[in-house]
């Protein structure tokens, strides 16, 4: 049973430019994202924020896409204990949300990261994990990635909740 979603801000909710090699962030350019709002808000679970950016940033984002309203909260390195990869973090946010069963919640968090290291300590957890990455299609190399898609509005719409 599917109790909430965990979502990373940067290259997971938000994608970043790559001009050639090179990664360009204009936050300034940042829109509101009507498809990104419209699939969330169908998903009738708890939506969170999971992001090693400070809360500051990580609001910004959420407002500039207009989807801020579609989270529950927000886990920033300014209120959380320790940061992502670390299996504090995410014993912390288990236990903040209401699940302490840490080990048995592989269907009840379904965790949305672009770094596979951050999606290795969430499976050690228990959470059930999804790599959002332009090289989605290597996930078979990594046993603790459960699905994955090349943008978070793909996985949205293959992902049955």
Same mark, same amino acid.
């Given at each position: ?58 609001? @910004? ?7 801020? @309203? ?7 390195? @300014? ?34 990261? @672009? ?47």
């Amino acid at each position: 049973m599917v109790v909430c979603l965990v979502i990373d801000i940067d290259d997971t909710l938000f994608v970043h430019k790559t001009i050639g090699s090179a990664i360009v962030t204009d936050y300034n350019e940042i829109k509101p994202d009507t498809e990104l709002k419209l699939l969330l808000k169908e998903i009738q679970y708890p939506k969170y924020i999971l992001t090693n950016a400070t809360f500051e940033h990580a609001n @910004d984002i959420l407002n500039k896409l207009d989807v801020v @309203d579609e989270f529950k909260k927000v886990y920033s390195r @300014d209120n959380i204990p320790e940061m992502k990869p670390s299996l504090h973090c995410y014993q912390s946010v288990s236990r903040d949300i209401g699940i302490t069963s840490i080990g048995h919640t592989s269907n009840q968090f379904i965790f949305f990261d @672009d770094l596979v290291s951050n999606l290795e300590g969430a499976h050690k957890v228990g959470w059930k994990t999804i790599w959002i990455s332009p090289d989605y299609m290597n996930s078979n190399k990594y046993p603790y990635i459960n699905k994955a898609y090349p943008t978070l509005i793909d996985a949205l719409k293959t992902l049955n909740f």
